[in-house]
T-cell receptor, first 115, second 113 residues
Framework: DAGVTQSPTHLIKTRGQQVTLRCSPK?????VSWYQQALGQGPQFIFQ???????QRGNFPDRFSGHQFPNYSSELNVNALLLGDSALYLC??????????????FGPGTRLTVT | QKEVEQNSGPLSVPEGAIASLNCTYS??????FFWYRQYSGKSPELIMF????GDKEDGRFTAQLNKASQYVSLLIRDSQPSDSATYLC?????????????FGKGTKLSVIP
């Protein structure tokens, strides 16, 4: 049973550029959440996708956008990169339950460095 | 603002001892609580979740929840050097239309052989 997969593993970008990160959820899961984890901090919720729509969004600017495809995989796009966007980006998949949140399982993450 | 607080540590325990990790949360509406383990340079791994007051045991791990005190803990019995990692506590308003996890900063645990 394949777990959550993410690509790429590492990425180096220049300030002002745009980046796309990808995630495939665990088999049987239909919901994808994205988190940003800065060094020494806990993960911070960016947004969650369910049924190809953004269901909830955290306190992140519009430079962060996403998409979910019919096969439940997802992309995170970040425009106009800032140095402060350097972090580990985590994708978490879960199975949606009525009105709530099932257990979330994280992928290996994408380490983004902005220079 | 919704917060989850953890002592950053490091918490050092000898091999074979019980490690006790603590977490408090600010939102009385929080319904679900999760413990994740994160090794250095890796992603968080789900250890346990708890929804009801009281204790929940899974192998060497016991999660304890006290909603009146807004307090969650994780006990690790017979600690092993391989348990050395950062432990993240998270809560969720699951059931109240919220789908995000709110994480603490994590407690770094070091198990000394």
């Amino acid at each position: 049973d394949a777990g959550v997969t993410q690509s790429p593993t590492h990425l180096i970008k220049t300030r002002g550029q745009q980046v796309t990160l990808r995630c495939s959820p665990k088999s049987g899961h239909d919901t994808v959440s994205w988190y940003q984890q800065a060094l020494g901090q806990g993960p911070q919720f960016i947004f969650q996708y369910y049924e190809e729509e953004e269901r909830q969004r955290g306190n992140f600017p519009d430079r962060f956008s996403g998409h979910q495809f019919p096969n439940y995989s997802s992309e995170l796009n970040v425009n106009a990169l800032l140095l402060g966007d350097s972090a580990l980006y985590l994708c978490a998949s879960s199975f949606s339950i009525a009105g709530g949140l099932g257990e979330q399982y994280f992928g290996p993450g994408t380490r983004l460095t902005v220079t | 603002q919704k917060e989850v607080e953890q002592n950053s540590g490091p918490l050092s325990v000898p091999e074979g001892a019980i490690a006790s990790l603590n977490c408090t949360y600010s939102d009385r509406g929080s319904q679900s609580f999760f413990w994740y383990r994160q090794y250095s340079g890796k992603s968080p791994e789900l250890i346990m979740f708890i929804y009801s007051n009281g204790d929940k045991e899974d192998g060497r791990f016991t999660a304890q929840l006290n909603k009146a005190s807004q307090y969650v803990s994780l006990l690790i019995r017979d600690s092993q050097p391989s348990d050395s990692a950062t432990y993240l506590c998270a809560d969720s308003l699951s059931g109240a239309g919220s789908y995000q996890l709110t994480f603490g900063k994590g407690t770094k645990l070091s198990v000394i052989p």
